[in-house]
């Protein structure tokens, strides 16, 4: 479940163009700080990262693993 919706998150950052306005699914829409948003290419770019190598990161220990607790998210 958790690797579906970030896959979700991170799409939406892909597809949500040049503004920090991100429509998620169910109506939801992302917000961000105002300091966040001011550098808004550079930050939606390393988010979408992060949420990649967060996916990796949980994909590789799951194949380890019957199970993990992902805390803070």
Avoid at 8 to 20: D, H, N, P, Q, S
Avoid at 40 to 52: H, K, V
């Amino acid at each position: 479940m958790i690797l579906e919706d970030l896959a979700i998150l991170r799409a939406a950052l892909v597809e949500g163009g040049e503004t920090a306005k991100v429509a998620l699914p169910y109506g939801y829409t992302l917000r961000v700080q105002p300091d966040f948003e001011q550098n808004w290419a550079a930050n939606q770019r390393q988010l979408a990262s992060l949420l990649s190598s967060l996916d990796q990161w949980l994909r590789e220990t799951l194949a380890l693993n019957d199970s993990i607790s992902v805390l803070g998210l």
